[in-house]
């Protein structure tokens, strides 16, 4: 029996003492007509060794091309220590630590992830984890609402460079709660959200959303949108790549001095690129940060630290009250079970990076991008769309649909990027193209050149 | 005598504490290029956020170490009741490690992602089965999630198919008391009033005060069968007939199905949708807090508002029996998108391939020995002399103990109780859940214990018995050999520190 | 109030007394075909062999708790002389683990082995040029059997050279008395009487004893320098010299080349043939006692005699490119071959990612950064008032510290040092070895432990020295904090009990 | 720096306290004459990055057909728990355990280990390993040379059914000794060693050697022979895969009462069948158990139980006297460094396993291999050249040149079998074929029906 101990001798004496003829017995609680008919659409249980085979097969299916895809989700390196040691089982057998004294390895390494986040951010405070970049900027919005005392209008602004599907995610989780989220369109020539389009006259906003990088890995004019926020009453709440927030101005410090206040005042965002792999795009994990008189109205699990009884140092979950197993309908969010173990790999992963070692990869992404971004603009049909500076994406204009294009990437072994023309009718044969430290120089000029072949033998085939 | 075990750097160090300025790990570093940014010199960051500038090993040796403090299931029996602490088999995590699946973008095409996507279709299948429901999306991120795609739909039913123009007519969820503290926080999200109803002292729910609460302002009820109480509510039929003749719809909460697998299916009890807590039933691993997976099933007529992606396949035409994501395209009534992509796609597969394993029979085998561990163990510590919570019921995956009288008698609580047998090596029970029992455990064996085990700690909760007989104060100050004493959560959530910051010198 | 951490499962147990008749791990079990036998009812096994029965979870629990017994580098400082206790970077590991490599038949024709042959054919040429010498094998699956490999090569080049038909004239190979046990150990098996050489005051080889011990009888010397005192041999030149005048060869044990990488060629000293431990110098894990690799690397004289199988490269025809495994048919005079396939081939993979990882800046590095610990640790504990066994000499990776005046006066051994050491969390270093320095303690802290930990280290074996003149008792008692407390080898080597048998009752 | 921790600050100060003024002063003992050239043939170092993706490119290369070559290494199905609980840290990165107290893991594990060779061979003692099969057959008759203080001989009798590599190790490292291997032919009908071709008169014979199963996959008649050993004043060596133990007559009970003596005295093998990946070739495990009474002439490590000073069982390393460190130039071997890690993987396996578990796949293996023969003699050209029964390979001979039919399977995704026509001329164009629990029904059939092409196919290429 598969994972189950018992002897037949176990099983009777068991029996014995419960005073129960069968096991059978054991279920005559259930009304008989509610008894289950087998389950035909299981399969058959099948040997370790069956399965091992079967499922290998399957992972063998799925042998990726060269990745030039980004758009939320970025292949980076990540050392081989950071998961031979997530998946120790003492990591990953755990529950949730509710029982501080038996979880203290979690809960340090917790209490670390959220100094890291902070320190990245350069925010008061981090929780130690949401689901994902999407749902955790649901959660910001919702938390803004409650944070923003003085805002009545539940009006969220949120620019169109925000990740699309960060978008439907936020409708999803948002839409009952009598919120309007404001789109605000984003400037043709720089792809960035620009301040003047912003309402001039005053009102009651409750937050704005600030991508940094936006979803076309442009990098916004974040001073001046926080300045202006702040300004209008409004909370900024920071969705940001945490890779690049190891090169450029982090949310803690957007904003002027002018302004009275300074930073953001919850920053989320995806974590995936912090040493988990792209694994079809979970598990990934979410995070968020915000300044420290947020932080009652900050949902997830928070770690502080405290003593114990001989005043030794420790660590355990705190402001409870917060949360759902607490505060029942009135928690700051149903959120229980959290991704653990991916902050457990991003723990990891910044500290087997250090300062310099992160800066040094989102640095290579940079610079990977801008001299691919040099050789494809070299190329006949191709041209970059936006002006302002990016981080480690570029939206590019092809002179063939994109669709077809990616196509002939594919034969040649490359993903090339994701395909902006559906989302974005309005920039025409768009393409977002991604590149990271894990790209060489001969990967990007083989990509240059497949993509000239590309165009090509697109152009030959439509003539023909 | 026994000096602080130290392992040659102090045993309590933050890994910043190992941290030297100027220390890096070379093997990570990439090529320095700071020359070709394009990034304007406002935009840059001024100062390094500080991160620890440690070496491989000094990572490696921190977190090893670190690891170690824990409990787990790999290590300790962990009787967590309402969480389904069983062994998360190895092949499991092996198998979604594998290269083709962790390399794979979620925005490659699909032609790309066939294997995958294959073991997830599977998967959708299984899970149907198991819960009698006509359709599941895998989606949601874990239970919490799941129960609000779940609360979502039923809102998304009521409104597609009101007629009065009145969106807001349906506006309450109903929960037991005994109900886990997600559910009421889920309805909440959703934009619903929660009306609570008490349960009997049988343990069932109180039919009585249902139908005072249901209505035409009753949008749904949230349950869960075998409740949190340990126990099947007898009346489940009855229960799903008032709720659905007021215009309600059920909603079945499915964290633990671990003692119903094969025996009896939500979708037959008149369940209307289901969240499933894979990391529980389906044995992914709890990660010391997560990932999760929180799949939900629906019956015919909340189908068309599942969660988004949900994978197809193609069963006519070219491209027949391969897979594809269904989208807004092909559900356009969907609640919409719950993730960025596909969800927990690797504990996803992890479940996949524990559902492989365990097969039909597996999974009824499941339900027939943590059905059988929990009878058993609360029988041996009902014969100890513990009072149970409902004794005179069947446990199914668990049991609840009350200690109300101990706490009365000798002062000593159920986190006493808990945190004593840590010193024993195992790890507390569920305290303090649900809510509506005093000084409680909440136990759950869980399939995978031997009785060997069971007879140990039924035996050391006699030992800690006859300890607060004794000597209660003993009780009090446990746990005396973890690598903390009892901690001060008091002061934890009054002098808020939560980060490190490095002392002043 | 402490009772024993029992983990649910009694701590001391064997994985024998979780087995219980019947118990089973389903998910292992294939199929049950027992009809289709052609075997003979005679030669079929009539009682199952004592193997323990139990659940995954139940093995598991048990080794994962075994393994937490355990010192090792990824949780403690292992100082251990000889041994180059030092980090085993993960890369190495996780890469020797691809399935390509683990799933590779040695019988598989060579064209699905260009992957790892490409690996080890640059293993080849690395170490060559580490060592200064013109050819490697990598067949020896650890030093001894490299030593043996390369004793024997001497011996087959005698033989091949001899021209005076008494093949045994050359019986004699000479060993210092500070060598590795292994060394006269390897003499011996290649049929060689062992002639031992005392060592200077100064831990240098006594050339003078060594001038009148070679002469026409001896086949070689074997030595290392830096020697196993932890200095390096001034006089190494006139040694090769005297050795090589006399006929003899020059077996240079390669064991630890974590001081000299970069900084000084065996082969530039005169050595005809080394081995190297690449589970040492080269980081290959020691995985408790194994598995190693004992590369041999030869002058051009020796190349005919290497061990197979060697990997080539093929350099014209229409394989050109292609790497091929060298066999008796290219080497007709090898001393044959030492194992089965390639030896650890999986060793050698890890090497070979270390070696790429270091490249040849971090190969010198590790010989400056090793070179320096040892030093700086020297200096610390002798500051601390320890007495050097060289206390003139420049340390190498390691050095030796004695406690012969603690014995005097205090009673207090080398042991107990070592094993109160323990309980501060810091392995022992290696003890009565060389075996010509009384209770000595062999220390190499390697260049992957940081300046703090050296510290700390230093610190507590002051700490220790002031618990010796305070009460020596407490040292002999040590360790007290481990899963066992002193260990009782002469009972072991008396009552010999090499297994379990279950308790009759 | 790669793994080196050292920051400037720390570099300078500790020379200070050392008193030097360079880390090259630390090399002023080096004569200068000999002082190294650079290290022109190492490559510049590399990030894990940059070496991660060769690796891997070279692993992906070596991606293998379908296996039926057996000859000595044995593919397996190994649970997923063993390799991961075998790399967990304090197992992988500990030193052999000189140290006991601080080595109780490793130790226990061992005495486990110990435990199970000894039942699984069913005789007396086990030691900790020793390299790999080869090897420990050549420590085996070091051993009873040792052992057998009657004889002497130093004649070791030899059936050319031992494996031939294994042979070809025992000449390079008994060579030394004085040893005689006389080899005995082997049955050409049976496959095996036929009693009645031992030597009859009586002599000083020193140990016979028993392979079981043979090189050729066939069992021998292990009783008749372990008598006539014993009735010589020989003594038996078995040379066993260990996992055919699981089925067949394990060597503690070969030979028949009458003979006074039972059992063989020493046993050794190739312990990779037990959980140990087929990693081309290595580290596998070599294991040697013998009879109590020959226990201090085994070579390697031997765990002993023990007891502390409390009393408390624990476990050590014994008879430490019979090892190189104590004895030196008279020790029973001179191995030190064994392969710890291997037995760390086998025991976790085996007691994965368990005796049925063991026993199914043994018998799974032998069920396969009939199966797939008798499917292969039904093909023209095809016919398995031996009587006997066997384990899990079978010699069959082809009526094409096995190179080219071996060649045509492969084109197939097929490693088809080991090539014996080199080894044994006279067994003509014979194949060793070798089928594992790990083959499929589908698998067999696509062997069967590629062979009867490939034969096809060598027959027109032949005739064109
Ligand atoms: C009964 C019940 N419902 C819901 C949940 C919430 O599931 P999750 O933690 O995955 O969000 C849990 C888990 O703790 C539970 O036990
Ligand atoms: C100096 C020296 N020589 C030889 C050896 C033997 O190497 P191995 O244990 O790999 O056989 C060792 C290892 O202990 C050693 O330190």
Redesign the pocket.
């Given at each position: 029996m598969p994972f189950i101990p018992h002897t037949k001798e176990d099983t009777q004496s068991m029996l014995d003492v419960i005073g129960a003829k069968s096991i059978e017995d054991l279920f005559d609680e259930i009304p008989v007509e509610l008894r289950a008919k087998p389950l035909e659409n299981v399969p058959a249980g099948r040997s370790e060794m069956a399965v091992n085979r079967l499922v290998r097969q399957r992972a063998a299916e799925d042998v990726q091309p060269l990745c030039f895809i980004g758009a939320g989700a970025y292949e980076h390196h990540i050392p081989a220590a950071v998961w031979e040691l997530t998946t120790r089982g003492e990591f990953y057998t755990a529950y949730?630590p509710y029982q501080a004294e038996a979880s203290q390895g979690t809960l340090q390494l917790l209490y670390e992830f959220q100094t890291m986040m902070a320190e990245l951010t350069a925010m008061d405070v981090s929780n130690a984890s949401l689901y994902d970049g999407a749902s955790s900027l649901a959660e910001a919005v919702l938390m803004a609402v409650r944070a923003n005392r003085k805002s009545k209008s539940k009006r969220i602004l949120v620019p169109r460079t925000v990740h699309p599907t960060y978008l439907k995610v936020v409708k999803t989780i948002t839409q009952h709660q009598g919120i309007t989220l404001e789109m605000l369109d984003y400037d043709i020539d720089g792809g960035h959200l620009n301040i003047d389009t912003l309402p001039s006259e005053p009102g009651d906003f409750t937050a704005l959303i600030i991508p940094q990088p936006n979803f076309f890995g442009v990098l916004e004019d974040v001073d001046a949108l926080t300045d202006w926020a702040h300004a209008h009453g409004a909370l900024v709440i920071g969705v940001v790549n945490p890779m690049a927030m190891a090169l450029i101005t982090p949310p803690g410090e957007w904003g002027t001095e002018e302004a009275g206040i300074k930073g953001a005042d919850i920053v989320c965002g995806e974590g995936q690129p912090l040493g988990v792999p792209l694994s079809s795009g979970g598990p990934y994990f979410g995070f968020m940060c915000c300044a420290q008189k947020h932080v009652r109205q900050m949902p997830g699990r928070i770690i502080g630290a405290t003593n114990d009884l001989d005043g030794k140092p420790g660590y355990t979950l705190t402001l409870q009250a917060r949360e759902?197993?607490i505060r029942r309908s009135k928690a700051t969010s149903?959120?229980?079970?959290?991704q653990g173990l991916l902050t457990t790999a991003a723990t990891i992963y910044m500290s087997l990076m250090g300062p310099e070692g992160l800066r040094r990869t989102a640095a290579n992404s940079h610079a990977n991008s801008c001299t691919l971004t040099k050789q494809l603009n070299a190329i006949d049909g191709v041209e970059t769309i936006f002006s302002r500076p990016g981080f480690h994406e570029k939206v590019l204009r092809l002179n063939k649909p994109v669709k077809e294009v990616l196509s002939a990437l594919e034969d040649r072994g490359i993903l090339g990027g994701y395909d902006l023309s559906a989302e974005f009718p309005e920039l025409g044969n768009a393409l977002l193209v991604c590149v990271t430290e894990t790209k060489t120089e001969e990967d990007l000029q083989h990509y240059a050149s497949s993509l000239q072949e590309a165009l090509q033998e697109t152009l030959a085939e439509v003539s023909a | 005598m026994s000096p602080e075990f130290t392992s040659g750097i102090k045993s309590n160090q933050l890994i910043f504490e190992h941290s030297a300025t100027g220390r890096t790990n070379g093997a990570q570093m990439v090529e320095d290029v700071a020359s070709a940014s394009e990034i304007p010199e406002g935009l840059l960051r001024k100062t390094p956020p500080m991160l620890p500038e440690v070496s491989e090993m000094d990572a490696v040796r921190h977190y090893t170490r670190l690891s170690q403090k824990n409990f787990s299931i790999d290590t300790q029996f962990y009787p967590l009741g309402?969480?389904?602490m069983k062994h998360n088999p190895r092949a499991c995590n092996t198998l979604a490690l594998l290269p083709g699946f962790l390399g794979r973008h979620p925005l490659a095409p699909e032609r790309f992602g066939q294997g995958v996507m294959a073991c997830l279709w599977e998967l959708q299948e299984i899970l149907k089965d198991v819960t009698g429901m006509t359709a599941v999306s895998l989606s949601p991120m874990?239970?919490?999630?799941?129960?609000f795609a779940g609360v979502a739909m039923i809102r998304a039913y009521h409104d597609a198919n009101n007629t009065s123009g009145n969106k807001s007519e349906r506006s309450e969820i109903i929960c037991p008391d005994a109900?886990?503290?997600?559910?009421p926080a889920t309805a909440t999200m959703c934009g619903y009033k929660v009306r609570e109803i008490p349960t009997n002292t049988d343990g069932d729910i109180d039919v009585e005060a249902l139908k005072e609460v249901v209505g035409p302002q009753t949008a749904g009820i949230m349950l869960?069968n075998p409740s949190?109480l340990g126990v099947f509510d007898r009346r489940i039929k009855e229960i799903a007939q008032i709720v659905h003749d007021a215009g309600g719809l059920l909603y079945y909460?499915?964290?633990?199905l671990n003692a119903i697998l094969g025996k009896v299916k939500p979708g037959d009890m008149g369940f209307d949708v289901i969240?499933m807590?894979l990391?529980?039933t389906f044995s992914t691993p709890h990660g010391g807090g997560?990932p999760?997976?929180?799949p939900v099933g629906v019956s015919e007529r909340l189908k068309p508002f599942m969660p988004i992606p949900v994978v197809g396949k193609d069963v006519v035409g070219k491209d027949e029996g391969s897979f594809r994501w269904l989208t807004e395209t092909d559900l356009p009534q969907s609640i919409g998108r719950l993730s960025a992509h596909m969800g927990n796609t690797g504990v996803l597969i992890r479940a996949y391939v524990y559902a492989l394993l365990l097969g039909r029979e597996g999974m009824v085998r499941t339900a027939d020995y943590a059905t059988l561990n929990a009878n058993y163990l609360m029988a041996r510590l009902a014969q100890a002399g513990f009072d149970m919570a409902l004794p005179s019921r069947r446990a199914t995956h668990e049991f609840i103990l009350t200690l109300k009288r101990q706490a009365k008698d000798q002062g000593v609580t159920a986190m006493d109780f808990a945190t004593r047998l840590l010193d024993y090596g195992f790890h507390a029970p569920t305290t303090y859940f649900p809510l509506i029992v005093p000084e409680c455990l909440l136990i759950e064996p869980t399939e995978t214990e031997s009785k060997e085990t069971l007879d140990a700690f039924a035996d050391v909760m006699k030992t800690i018995q006859e300890e607060a007989d004794a000597n209660p104060e003993l009780l009090k100050d446990a746990p005396y050999t973890l690598p903390v004493r009892r901690l001060d959560d008091v002061k934890a959530a009054r002098e808020l520190n939560l980060k490190y910051s490095p002392a002043k010198d």
């Amino acid at each position: 029996m598969p994972f189950i101990p018992h002897t037949k001798e176990d099983t009777q004496s068991m029996l014995d003492v419960i005073g129960a003829k069968s096991i059978e017995d054991l279920f005559d609680e259930i009304p008989v007509e509610l008894r289950a008919k087998p389950l035909e659409n299981v399969p058959a249980g099948r040997s370790e060794m069956a399965v091992n085979r079967l499922v290998r097969q399957r992972a063998a299916e799925d042998v990726q091309p060269l990745c030039f895809i980004g758009a939320g989700a970025y292949e980076h390196h990540i050392p081989a220590a950071v998961w031979e040691l997530t998946t120790r089982g003492e990591f990953y057998t755990a529950y949730t630590p509710y029982q501080a004294e038996a979880s203290q390895g979690t809960l340090q390494l917790l209490y670390e992830f959220q100094t890291m986040m902070a320190e990245l951010t350069a925010m008061d405070v981090s929780n130690a984890s949401l689901y994902d970049g999407a749902s955790s900027l649901a959660e910001a919005v919702l938390m803004a609402v409650r944070a923003n005392r003085k805002s009545k209008s539940k009006r969220i602004l949120v620019p169109r460079t925000v990740h699309p599907t960060y978008l439907k995610v936020v409708k999803t989780i948002t839409q009952h709660q009598g919120i309007t989220l404001e789109m605000l369109d984003y400037d043709i020539d720089g792809g960035h959200l620009n301040i003047d389009t912003l309402p001039s006259e005053p009102g009651d906003f409750t937050a704005l959303i600030i991508p940094q990088p936006n979803f076309f890995g442009v990098l916004e004019d974040v001073d001046a949108l926080t300045d202006w926020a702040h300004a209008h009453g409004a909370l900024v709440i920071g969705v940001v790549n945490p890779m690049a927030m190891a090169l450029i101005t982090p949310p803690g410090e957007w904003g002027t001095e002018e302004a009275g206040i300074k930073g953001a005042d919850i920053v989320c965002g995806e974590g995936q690129p912090l040493g988990v792999p792209l694994s079809s795009g979970g598990p990934y994990f979410g995070f968020m940060c915000c300044a420290q008189k947020h932080v009652r109205q900050m949902p997830g699990r928070i770690i502080g630290a405290t003593n114990d009884l001989d005043g030794k140092p420790g660590y355990t979950l705190t402001l409870q009250a917060r949360e759902q197993h607490i505060r029942r309908s009135k928690a700051t969010s149903n959120i229980c079970t959290n991704q653990g173990l991916l902050t457990t790999a991003a723990t990891i992963y910044m500290s087997l990076m250090g300062p310099e070692g992160l800066r040094r990869t989102a640095a290579n992404s940079h610079a990977n991008s801008c001299t691919l971004t040099k050789q494809l603009n070299a190329i006949d049909g191709v041209e970059t769309i936006f002006s302002r500076p990016g981080f480690h994406e570029k939206v590019l204009r092809l002179n063939k649909p994109v669709k077809e294009v990616l196509s002939a990437l594919e034969d040649r072994g490359i993903l090339g990027g994701y395909d902006l023309s559906a989302e974005f009718p309005e920039l025409g044969n768009a393409l977002l193209v991604c590149v990271t430290e894990t790209k060489t120089e001969e990967d990007l000029q083989h990509y240059a050149s497949s993509l000239q072949e590309a165009l090509q033998e697109t152009l030959a085939e439509v003539s023909a | 005598m026994s000096p602080e075990f130290t392992s040659g750097i102090k045993s309590n160090q933050l890994i910043f504490e190992h941290s030297a300025t100027g220390r890096t790990n070379g093997a990570q570093m990439v090529e320095d290029v700071a020359s070709a940014s394009e990034i304007p010199e406002g935009l840059l960051r001024k100062t390094p956020p500080m991160l620890p500038e440690v070496s491989e090993m000094d990572a490696v040796r921190h977190y090893t170490r670190l690891s170690q403090k824990n409990f787990s299931i790999d290590t300790q029996f962990y009787p967590l009741g309402s969480c389904t602490m069983k062994h998360n088999p190895r092949a499991c995590n092996t198998l979604a490690l594998l290269p083709g699946f962790l390399g794979r973008h979620p925005l490659a095409p699909e032609r790309f992602g066939q294997g995958v996507m294959a073991c997830l279709w599977e998967l959708q299948e299984i899970l149907k089965d198991v819960t009698g429901m006509t359709a599941v999306s895998l989606s949601p991120m874990a239970g919490a999630q799941g129960e609000f795609a779940g609360v979502a739909m039923i809102r998304a039913y009521h409104d597609a198919n009101n007629t009065s123009g009145n969106k807001s007519e349906r506006s309450e969820i109903i929960c037991p008391d005994a109900a886990h503290g997600t559910n009421p926080a889920t309805a909440t999200m959703c934009g619903y009033k929660v009306r609570e109803i008490p349960t009997n002292t049988d343990g069932d729910i109180d039919v009585e005060a249902l139908k005072e609460v249901v209505g035409p302002q009753t949008a749904g009820i949230m349950l869960t069968n075998p409740s949190t109480l340990g126990v099947f509510d007898r009346r489940i039929k009855e229960i799903a007939q008032i709720v659905h003749d007021a215009g309600g719809l059920l909603y079945y909460d499915g964290a633990n199905l671990n003692a119903i697998l094969g025996k009896v299916k939500p979708g037959d009890m008149g369940f209307d949708v289901i969240h499933m807590n894979l990391h529980k039933t389906f044995s992914t691993p709890h990660g010391g807090g997560g990932p999760g997976a929180g799949p939900v099933g629906v019956s015919e007529r909340l189908k068309p508002f599942m969660p988004i992606p949900v994978v197809g396949k193609d069963v006519v035409g070219k491209d027949e029996g391969s897979f594809r994501w269904l989208t807004e395209t092909d559900l356009p009534q969907s609640i919409g998108r719950l993730s960025a992509h596909m969800g927990n796609t690797g504990v996803l597969i992890r479940a996949y391939v524990y559902a492989l394993l365990l097969g039909r029979e597996g999974m009824v085998r499941t339900a027939d020995y943590a059905t059988l561990n929990a009878n058993y163990l609360m029988a041996r510590l009902a014969q100890a002399g513990f009072d149970m919570a409902l004794p005179s019921r069947r446990a199914t995956h668990e049991f609840i103990l009350t200690l109300k009288r101990q706490a009365k008698d000798q002062g000593v609580t159920a986190m006493d109780f808990a945190t004593r047998l840590l010193d024993y090596g195992f790890h507390a029970p569920t305290t303090y859940f649900p809510l509506i029992v005093p000084e409680c455990l909440l136990i759950e064996p869980t399939e995978t214990e031997s009785k060997e085990t069971l007879d140990a700690f039924a035996d050391v909760m006699k030992t800690i018995q006859e300890e607060a007989d004794a000597n209660p104060e003993l009780l009090k100050d446990a746990p005396y050999t973890l690598p903390v004493r009892r901690l001060d959560d008091v002061k934890a959530a009054r002098e808020l520190n939560l980060k490190y910051s490095p002392a002043k010198d």
